[in-house]
């Protein structure tokens, strides 16, 4: 499996909010966006298992403030 980037993390992000891509950045914080809530975190979570192949937990996203600290929790659960 090839690497994830900090830019797939904003594209599932996206994805999972319906977004258009390049809406979000990597500095917005996550309370900001809207409809990023509950429903957007399962959607989330499904996509990175789906495209990722990983086991976040909601701790993951709940301990995130911006789209980088998502990246970075995302990052350091993906296999080397």
Request: with cysteine; aromatic share 4%.
């Amino acid at each position: 499996m090839s690497s994830i980037s900090d830019r797939d993390v904003l594209a599932w992000i996206e994805e999972s909010l319906l977004m258009d891509p390049g809406t979000l950045d990597e500095s917005t914080p996550l309370r900001d966006v809207h409809g990023w809530d509950s429903l957007a975190h399962v959607s989330f979570l499904e996509l990175a298992r789906e495209r990722g192949g990983l086991e976040l937990s909601v701790n993951d996203l709940r301990s995130s403030a911006t789209v980088r600290d998502l990246a970075a929790a995302v990052c350091r659960r993906a296999p080397q």
